[in-house]
């Protein structure tokens, strides 16, 4: 019999995804303008970025790279550990450290990577990762890949991850969760997780990515906004391209976590650094988030408008108190349609469908940001409710 042919059964399973409505599409961003985008030549108030802040095009930050790039040119050259390794580098990761609480933070190239490292540093065969069901892709694929055994406990629910815990009593276990789910927009449970963690003898691992900036005393994340320090979250992973506007990602802890990633963490060791550039840009945008309240403070007057004005128009939302304001849309194409009827009225907003949601939980995925005014929040209220209303008829 021969081999199958892999080029073939990639091309049926991409076959497959069209029949199914499921294919994706990439688009080309033209230029960008505050809040506002240009696709196919169309000008579009962007409701589809992660720029919860506004900092991507932030002066400060564009200063700050500009400079660097002066001194230390574009890239790195090499790893971290054979001479990548710059001044703005070390800068970054003390002030992550100072910003977070915790002893000592590292950086990574993408948060991906820093969740394959972490994992795969802690990792190994007998131990185990429960995790919650909603958990990003790239915490899912750390525990796969780390040869320990992988369970899921139902979405936010501690009562759930404690059994799971429980069902295994001798293995090491790193508990891990999404600190906001990036399609959902909710909370996890941390305090819940972090008593359940002392308790069961587990390492509490969250991955903030959408809720540094965001959340908490001087927007240092989701485990200060509960109260939670380094010992009762000893694992922190957040990204640097979300509402810091930039690129990259880090793990912060104790030195001891650190310096054991520094040996172990095989994308950490193996990849050329992050542009020293990119560091400098990202110290600048934590500068900004830290101290500029008034920044974060109008996100949250834009959620809290946005969410009052879907009531009053009958919209309904998934329960969120963050920037991530999903529409329900049932099946996928009619979130397709009305992403399709925003955008024909100047608005870009996604439509995600499965596999990154589950069946029939199709869904309009609003993110908002400092950057957005008033009237822009109001006049996307008013195309979906209209948009809405046409899906109906």
Not at 101 to 128: H, I, K, Q, W
Not at 173 to 202: Q, W
């Amino acid at each position: 019999m021969p081999r199958p042919d892999l080029s073939a059964r990639l091309a049926a399973a991409q076959a497959q995804r069209a029949r199914d409505g499921l294919l994706r599409r990439l688009r080309t961003v033209e230029s960008v303008a505050g809040s506002r985008i240009t696709i196919d030549g169309k000008s579009l108030a962007d409701f589809g970025s992660n720029d919860y802040l506004g900092l991507a095009q932030h002066p400060a930050l564009r200063a700050a790279l500009t400079r660097a790039v002066d001194c230390w040119g574009v890239g790195a050259g090499a790893a971290h550990l054979l001479g990548g390794h710059r001044d703005e580098h070390a800068a970054l990761e003390e002030k992550l450290a100072l910003w977070t609480g915790r002893e000592r933070a590292l950086l990574f190239s993408t948060g991906y990577m820093a969740n394959l490292g972490v994992a795969g540093t802690l990792l190994r065969d007998g131990d185990v990762c429960v995790q919650d069901k909603l958990n990003h892709a790239s915490l899912i694929d750390a525990a796969r890949l780390s040869g320990a055994e992988f369970v899921r406990y139902r979405h936010a629910d501690a009562d759930s991850a404690r059994r799971q815990l429980r069902a295994r009593p001798d293995a090491a276990a790193i508990l891990a969760t999404d600190a906001v789910f990036s399609m959902d927009g909710d909370l996890a449970p941390l305090r819940e997780l972090a008593v359940l963690c002392k308790r069961e003898h587990a390492t509490l691992m969250i991955d903030d990515a959408h809720g540094i900036g965001v959340l908490g005393p001087d927007g240092a994340g989701s485990p200060g906004a509960v109260g939670l320090a380094q010992n009762d979250a000893p694992i922190l992973m957040a990204t640097l391209g979300k509402a810091l506007g930039v690129a990259g990602a880090f793990v912060a802890g104790s030195t001891a976590l650190i310096e054991g990633l520094v040996q172990f963490a095989r994308p950490y060791v193996y990849t050329t650094a992050m542009p020293p550039a990119l560091a400098a840009a990202a110290s600048a945008a934590v500068d900004i988030a830290r101290n500029d309240s008034e920044r974060r403070e109008r996100l949250h007057r834009h959620i809290a408008r946005f969410r009052h004005g879907a009531a009053q128009r009958g919209i309904a939302l998934l329960p969120s108190s963050t920037p991530i304001q999903p529409v329900p849309a049932g099946d996928s194409a009619t979130a397709s349609s009305i992403a399709q009827r925003l955008e024909g009225t100047g608005f870009y907003v996604p439509a995600i469908r499965p596999p990154s949601v589950p069946a029939n939980g199709a869904r309009l995925r609003v993110s908002l940001s400092a950057a957005h005014a008033e009237d822009q929040i109001e006049r996307l209220l008013d195309a979906l409710a209209i948009a809405l209303a046409a899906e109906r008829r």
